[in-house]
């Protein structure tokens, strides 16, 4: 049923690309555009001219000027666009051998209120227009709170919050409106590809020089997207070259200053460079990433609190314009990294008193075919796929059965027409997505030494043990339909899936079901300065092996592994949302305030908690079915403000409540290691032309959170409940993560530079009661995952300094 399925889809593909592809060619384009674009005056370098619904598009130069020839003869609709400016449209009538000047003057969009946005609708918008609020993280955003690896930039969009969950490894993961990881889908250029084996480390090996910007969308997008869509989605696009340019950043860190273990080093190295052909048909963008960085122990027990990690990644985006309405686009990420927590780093991983190791090799590769259609339609036709090898360690005590090797791949192949009429657009897909996961606990030796540690013998070979073989095949139909009623937009989507889960291994996890997921959203224009949105969406997670369950907590007392209990159903969520969203100029200043309220529904909640095995001394972790699911409820406020180019304040803050209708981890209902409030700010102010300088900070509230070791405080006593570990809840105190960054532009033998230093978490507000030693509980950790840092750097670019 499976290939017959895969098959029809496939059929399904071919036929539509082909029969796209044998109609009547297009004509020879023959008409040419030129002209210059500004601001204030001023050259734009780096803006984008495109022609309307074709395949055409340049940059301007470092002197703002552009031209584009083999254009078709007809009536075009022109877009001059650059980040952090209002987009110009103008419809031109070309004509056969006659060329047209047409300069833009843009206005500074200090909000960001017309910038373009695809997430939200799986189409191109202006994020005025979406139904639902997207935020964007640029590049500047990224740059400004010195963010080396995305993950870190994610902190600075409300409702999000990144945590650090293993004091051995630094497992990472972000908390989208109060849930956890699992709940949030992480898209690359559009596409669910990022599986859940990359998903354990992978927002923290995916550097930020890569993104062109990240789009956040909070709220249910399963109608969209597919599984795991509950809380939001979190959609990394890269950059697409269209004009040349180069950057190279070199910098350097010294982590945790003034920490009882020492500080340490942390380098890393950004290079991008874009070249476009002479006829402006062929674009290829290069990236580069390495960092190096020590572990870190902040309290001098000879254990890591953040671990030692080299990463090399390296990728590229190629597209060719077949004609003006074909378009193909290549997309290749390579990600080697090895990252090891524990102690006795200069030692192998078996003879380390504590050693968590993994190596990853992650590939991903995607193609794109793009036709656009009459005047306002375009197909797509996708595939992608990541591909993911990773070895790993998890032991204590010198064990040797603790290797493990781990195989995943993932692919998502699929097809996609949007087509505007009227008031009216019309988006629709349907799409495969595939994942298969190979765990294994590698075979060793047993051998036996003596007292002087000499082998005498050996116990026979231990052989290989299968964790996990699984695979999941979801097929996916979707829609969504956006019609305009004046000041009101409405729009209606949804999805319909068929998931089948195959355990290949113990086949009593395999699963399968249908599910359908609508979304109704509504947008209303209420004042030219004030919008309105609701909206009520419904998502799922299929029960299958998640990211953290990959993940293993080993210390020389406890090792924690997890694992979905044999009649786990599915997870079903229904979120309610509304926000109103206030723009406006007051004399020089303008302002930006939103307000979000959220409310989610779990049935059949996802839920852990730990049942401890007394012969083997493991703990499992068991995912379960709460019986009166769980709510997660709260509001997210955002502030942007600036009088001009020199000063921008964007601030946010987040109140919420998240609760399962049940106790489950030591007699607990509320979701542990989830604050009540969080949020960030980031203020720039431009001294002079040349010199910046930058604040920004974070703020985390109290949460409570689940100890397990052997260090108890005073008036301490463990919870013992029946087939749970014995541990206690504990409240963490509050933080504040402030950094102050300065940047000045500079040139050194005419090539243009820009020098930057600064701190991050200048106070050092960081936890402070790790656990030590060989029996601590590696998942004890909890507020800011960096200490006091100090950085430098030097980047050289030709964006800049024109």
């Known amino acids: 049923m499976n290939f017959n399925i895969a098959k029809a889809l496939l059929l399904l593909l071919t036929f539509i690309s082909t029969t796209v592809l044998a109609t009547t060619p297009p004509p020879e384009p023959v008409c040419a555009i030129q002209g210059t674009i500004t601001s204030e005056g001023e050259p734009l370098p780096f803006a984008t001219i495109t022609i309307g619904n074709t395949t055409l598009g340049v940059a301007s130069d470092l002197e703002g000027a552009y031209d584009l020839n083999y254009i078709?003869?007809?009536?075009?609709?022109?877009?001059?666009?650059?980040?952090?400016?209002?987009?110009?449209?103008?419809?031109?009538?070309f004509k056969p051998g006659k060329a047209i000047t047409l300069d833009f003057d843009l206005e500074t969009d200090v909000l960001g209120l017309e910038q373009v946005v695809v997430t939200a609708d799986r189409n191109e918008q202006k994020r005025t227009t979406a139904s639902v609020i997207v935020n964007t993280i640029t590049p500047k955003l990224l740059e400004n709170t010195q963010a080396v690896s995305i993950s870190e930039g994610l902190n600075y969009v409300p409702g999000l919050r990144l945590e650090n969950n293993c004091q051995n490894c630094g497992f990472t993961q972000v908390r989208m409106n109060g849930m956890d990881g699992a709940h949030s889908q992480i898209l690359i250029n559009n596409r669910a590809i990022f599986s859940n084996l990359a998903g354990v480390y992978g927002l923290e090996l995916i550097p930020s020089s890569m993104i062109d910007r990240i789009e956040v969308v909070r709220g249910g997008g399963s109608a969209l997207y597919g599984s795991n869509?509950?809380?939001?989605?979190?959609?990394?696009?890269?950059?697409?070259?269209?004009?040349?340019?180069?950057?190279?950043?070199?910098?350097?860190?010294?982590?945790?200053?003034?920490?009882?273990?020492?500080?340490?080093?942390?380098?890393?190295?950004?290079?991008?460079?874009?070249?476009?052909?002479?006829?402006k048909k062929t674009g290829l963008a290069l990236f580069g990433f390495y960092r190096d960085r020590d572990p870190f122990d902040a309290n001098g027990d000879g254990f890591s609190e953040a671990s030692q990690f080299e990463n090399l990644t390296f990728g590229a985006r190629l597209y060719h314009r077949i004609d003006y309405r074909n378009k193909i686009t290549l997309d290749f990420i390579r990600v080697n990294e090895e990252r090891r927590g524990g102690n006795d780093f200069d030692k192998l991983n078996h003879e380390a008193d504590i050693s968590e190791a993994v190596d990853h090799k992650i590939t991903t590769t995607a193609l794109t075919y793009e036709r656009f259609i009459g005047t306002g339609s375009m197909l797509s036709v996708y595939g992608s796929a990541q591909n993911v090898d990773r070895a790993s360690y998890y032991g204590a005590e010198q064990s040797l059965a603790d290797y493990g090797q781990t195989d995943g791949l993932t692919y998502n192949i699929g097809t996609q027409f949007k087509t505007d009429f009227g008031k009216n657009s019309l988006v629709t897909g349907i799409e495969l997505v595939h994942d298969d996961m190979l765990d294994k606990k590698l075979g060793y030796h047993d051998l036996i030494y003596d007292d002087a540690g000499n082998v005498i013998g050996s116990n026979g070979h231990v052989p290989n043990t299968t964790i996990t073989d699984q695979n999941k095949n979801v097929y996916g139909a979707f829609a969504q339909y956006d019609h305009q009623f004046g000041p009101v937009k409405a729009s209606l989507g949804a999805r319909f899936d068929r998931y089948e889960i195959t355990d290949l291994d113990h086949k009593e996890g395999n699963n399968s079901g249908n599910v359908f997921s609508p979304r109704v959203n509504v947008l209303w224009d209420v004042i030219p300065s004030l919008q309105w949105r609701v909206s009520y969406s419904q998502g799922y997670r299929a029960p299958q092996v998640f990211d953290e369950d990959l993940h293993i907590e080993t210390s020389g007392s406890r090792k924690v592994v997890h694992a979905n209990a044999p009649d786990l159903k599915q997870e079903t969520s229904h979120s309610y949302m509304t926000s109103f969203d206030f723009n406006k100029r007051f004399g020089a200043w303008n302002i930006g305030l939103l307000a979000e309220g959220f409310y989610t529904n779990l049935d059949d909640a996802f839920a852990q908690a730990p049942e401890f095995d007394e012969a083997t001394g493991v703990t499992t972790y068991v995912r379960s079915n709460a019986e009166n699911g769980a709510e997660v409820k709260g509001v997210n406020f955002e502030l942007t403000a600036s009088p001009g180019k020199k000063l921008y304040l964007r601030t946010g803050y987040t109140l919420?409540?998240?609760?399962?209708?049940?106790?489950?981890?030591?007699?607990?209902?509320?979701?542990?290691?989830?604050?009540?409030?969080?949020?960030f700010f980031s203020v720039d102010y431009g001294v002079t032309e040349k010199l910046t300088l930058i604040a920004s900070g974070t703020y985390t509230g109290e949460?409570?959170?689940?100890?397990?070791?052997?260090?108890?405080?005073?008036?301490?006593?463990?919870?013992?409940?029946?087939?749970?570990?014995?541990?206690?809840?504990?409240?963490?105190?509050?933080?504040?993560?402030?950094?102050?960054?300065?940047?000045?532009?500079?040139?050194?033998?005419?090539?243009?530079?820009?020098?930057?230093?600064?701190?991050?978490?200048i106070f050092n507000s960081y936890q402070d009661d790790f656990d030590s030693g060989i029996n601590r509980d590696p998942a004890y950790i909890y507020g800011p995952t960096n200490p006091r840092t100090i950085y430098f750097g030097i980047k050289l670019s030709n964006v800049f300094g024109h």
């Not at 049940?662 to 949020?679: I, K, Q, W």
């Not at 108890?712 to 933080?735: A, N």
Request: no cysteine.
């Open 229 to 279: 869509a509950v809380a939001g989605t979190i959609n990394l696009i890269t950059k697409d070259p269209m004009n040349n340019s180069y950057d190279i950043t070199s910098q350097y860190s010294s982590v945790g200053v003034g920490s009882d273990g020492g500080a340490i080093n942390d380098y890393s190295l950004n290079m991008n460079s874009t070249i476009v052909s002479d006829n």
């Open 703 to 761: 949460m409570k959170i689940a100890y397990y070791g052997e260090n108890l405080k005073p008036g301490e006593s463990y919870i013992e409940l029946e087939d749970q570990d014995p541990g206690v809840i504990r409240t963490t105190p509050t933080f504040f993560d402030l950094g102050l960054k300065a940047e000045y532009d500079l040139k050194i033998a005419g090539l243009p530079f820009k020098a930057f230093a600064g701190v991050k978490n």
């Open 656 to 679: 919420q409540s998240s609760e399962y209708g049940d106790a489950v981890e030591l007699g607990e209902s509320d979701f542990l290691r989830t604050p009540n409030d969080y949020g």
């Open 72 to 93: 078709p003869e007809g009536e075009y609709v022109v877009k001059a666009q650059a980040m952090g400016y209002k987009p110009i449209e103008k419809t031109i009538i």
